[in-house]
């Protein structure tokens, strides 16, 4: 595609609901990024994927929070009994290879809010 | 940890005027990045600089690099009120850490007013 897409692009849940958000990187990029922002604040490295290697979970804040990447493209982020402080921007990115040296294109983001 | 640190943390200016911030690490570095962010939305790449250059331009945009003080600065010249957004910097976690993850900073919020 053009460009890294993600859905839905906003996400109202009720506090304990599982959640999942979806991102579509750009066409022939090994790698992807989950990051979450807070509000005023920086990005919060999640998880990465790339290629079929394991991907690194480090980021993830607990055991609540999954991800999976089907095929080497699609990617699904989920968060299971959501908490009001789940409440954030998620981004992904992609980028060609996967190295420091990379630009990272970013998607438009998904904004969740747990009531 | 490997961290940007922007400075100052919000910045108003009248169009026309350049403006500068600043972007403080705390370990070594391969390479250190630029992104701009409108409206809390994707991250939009603006440079990159690695670390044996000194200085780097694109466009209206101007990095530099000082690796002793682990700093960089970002400086927008002739500014626009379009140039308006958050800007962030990102860094690598160089030659001791992996050689994909980026770690970004809390940015700095720029306004320009028309």
């Known amino acids: 595609g053009a460009g890294v897409s993600q859905s839905p692009s906003n996400k109202v849940t009720e506090k304990g609901k599982d959640v999942e958000l979806r991102c579509d990187p750009i066409s022939g990029h090994t790698a992807l990024y989950w990051y979450r922002q807070s509000l005023g604040q920086g990005l919060e490295f999640l998880i990465y994927f790339q290629g079929n290697s394991a991907p690194d979970k480090s980021g993830l804040p607990s055991d609540r929070f999954s991800a999976e990447r089907t095929g080497g493209s699609v990617s699904t982020l989920t968060i299971q009994r959501t908490q009001q402080e789940d409440s954030a921007v998620y981004l992904c990115a992609s980028t060609l290879v996967g190295w420091g040296t990379d630009t990272q294109y970013f998607g438009p983001g998904t904004r969740l809010t747990v009531l | 940890s490997q961290q940007g640190e922007e400075d100052p943390q919000a910045l108003s200016i009248q169009e026309g005027e350049n403006a500068t911030m600043n972007c403080s690490y705390k370990t070594s570095i391969n390479n250190l990045q630029w992104y701009r962010q409108n409206s809390g939305r994707g991250l939009v790449h603006l440079i990159l600089i690695r670390s044996n250059e000194r200085e780097k331009h694109s466009g209206r945009l101007r990095v530099t690099l000082d690796t002793s003080k682990k700093s960089s600065s970002l400086l927008i010249t002739a500014s626009r009120a379009a140039d308006t957004a958050s800007y962030f910097c990102?860094?690598?976690?160089?030659?001791?850490?992996?050689?994909?993850?980026?770690?970004f900073g809390k940015g700095t919020l720029l306004t320009v007013n028309p």
């Open positions: 990102a860094t690598d976690e160089g030659s001791g850490g992996s050689n994909y993850k980026l770690t």
